[in-house]
């Protein structure tokens, strides 16, 4: 296990935007198009190019709950500038895809939506490393399936994953959620989440346009099904991490109110081989968006472009 410092399409694609895109510039080209996920729902993707010439490697971004793919869109324009295309969905209930807003159908759905989206990755870029990069909910979605399905990665990258919460819910209400799951799974209910738990803004126009606030497609809504399937995923992903046997970059900062550093901690300890752990002192739980985003987005890059 290494420590921080060595690296500071199927058939029924519904292309929407030709490959110029709906935006360009010296570096980057963005499409978009819907794709029919599991449980015969829509689901949203952008994708990010590189502005001439094939990518060096495609990344599958999975994005954190409440949130979609769009808020990604610095952080892809940047891996897109040095030669990636980067695929950005929505997960289901997510932005623009379709579903109840904050709920998740099953752990294994959410699972096969990822799975999809990878055999569209590797569909639209044949023959070039293909990496999985997810965050927060994203983050154990993607870990969960690196072990259970095995996909052909050249990497993976988790920043903050949701194995645990940093906090532990009252024994009471966790009893109620789970008896929900079961009864009404899809009750629609609020998180709690505060936005300065999120990240720190550093007073630029840039920083504030990352706010969730006044973001139409971001939410702090959850169901009781949503939450235990997530929870209980993490807790099986960390007893069963030694099945991993793909390259990990694993960040999670020390600071974080959110999701649980020390689950990462553990995390990294049982897969003992192959996972690059970087604590990320003082940082919050969106690292890419927080005081030392430009560092962690070059790490992230850094890690990548070794494993090529």
Request: glycine share 10%.
């Given at each position: 296990?290494?420590?921080?410092?060595?690296?500071?399409?199927?058939d029924?694609?519904?292309?929407?935007?030709?490959?110029?895109g709906?935006?360009?510039?010296d570096?980057?080209?963005r499409?978009?198009?819907?794709?029919?996920?599991?449980?015969?729902?829509?689901?949203?993707?952008?994708?990010?190019?590189?502005?001439?010439?094939?990518?060096?490697?495609?990344?599958?971004?999975?994005?954190?709950?409440?949130?979609?793919?769009?808020?990604?869109?610095?952080?892809?324009?940047?891996?897109?500038?040095?030669g990636?295309?980067?695929?950005?969905?929505?997960?289901?209930?997510h932005?623009?895809?379709?579903?109840?807003r904050?709920h998740?159908?099953?752990?294994?759905?959410?699972?096969?939506?990822?799975?999809?989206?990878?055999?569209?990755?590797?569909?639209?870029?044949?023959?070039?490393?293909?990496?999985?990069?997810?965050?927060?909910?994203?983050?154990?979605?993607?870990?969960?399936?690196?072990?259970?399905?095995?996909?052909?990665?050249?990497?993976?990258?988790?920043?903050?994953?949701?194995?645990?919460?940093?906090?532990k819910?009252?024994?009471?209400?966790?009893?109620?959620?789970r008896?929900?799951?079961?009864?009404?799974?899809?009750?629609?209910?609020?998180?709690?989440?505060?936005?300065?738990?999120?990240?720190?803004?550093?007073?630029?126009e840039?920083?504030?346009?990352?706010?969730m606030?006044?973001?139409?497609?971001?939410?702090?809504?959850i169901?009781?099904?949503?939450?235990?399937?997530i929870q209980?995923?993490?807790?099986?992903?960390?007893?069963?991490?030694?099945?991993?046997?793909v390259?990990?970059?694993?960040?999670?900062?020390?600071?974080?109110?959110?999701?649980?550093?020390?689950?990462s901690k553990e995390l990294?300890d049982?897969?003992?081989?192959?996972?690059?752990?970087?604590?990320?002192?003082?940082?919050?739980?969106?690292?890419?968006?927080?005081?030392?985003?430009g560092?962690?987005?070059?790490c992230?890059?850094?890690?990548?472009?070794?494993?090529?």
């Amino acid at each position: 296990m290494s420590q921080r410092g060595s690296y500071n399409d199927r058939d029924d694609v519904q292309q929407g935007i030709a490959d110029d895109g709906i935006e360009a510039s010296d570096k980057v080209r963005r499409t978009e198009w819907r794709v029919l996920g599991t449980g015969v729902n829509d689901l949203f993707v952008r994708e990010w190019l590189p502005a001439a010439g094939k990518p060096k490697a495609v990344i599958c971004l999975a994005h954190g709950h409440g949130e979609h793919g769009e808020r990604y869109a610095h952080v892809a324009k940047e891996l897109a500038a040095d030669g990636y295309a980067i695929i950005a969905y929505d997960h289901y209930g997510h932005g623009r895809s379709q579903g109840k807003r904050g709920h998740m159908l099953s752990m294994e759905a959410a699972i096969a939506d990822l799975t999809l989206m990878l055999e569209q990755c590797a569909k639209r870029h044949a023959e070039i490393p293909l990496f999985l990069y997810g965050h927060s909910m994203g983050g154990n979605i993607a870990l969960n399936c690196a072990i259970r399905t095995k996909p052909d990665l050249a990497g993976l990258v988790l920043t903050s994953p949701w194995l645990r919460l940093a906090f532990k819910p009252p024994a009471v209400k966790e009893w109620l959620g789970r008896r929900l799951a079961t009864f009404w799974p899809s009750l629609p209910m609020s998180t709690g989440l505060k936005e300065e738990d999120l990240f720190r803004q550093n007073g630029t126009e840039a920083s504030r346009s990352r706010s969730m606030k006044g973001d139409p497609l971001s939410h702090t809504t959850i169901t009781p099904r949503a939450f235990t399937e997530i929870q209980d995923a993490g807790e099986w992903a960390i007893k069963h991490v030694n099945e991993l046997h793909v390259p990990l970059l694993l960040l999670h900062g020390t600071a974080d109110r959110v999701t649980s550093y020390v689950a990462s901690k553990e995390l990294a300890d049982g897969m003992r081989e192959g996972c690059d752990w970087n604590p990320w002192q003082d940082g919050l739980h969106e690292l890419h968006n927080d005081l030392q985003g430009g560092e962690a987005i070059a790490c992230i890059k850094a890690w990548m472009n070794d494993k090529l």
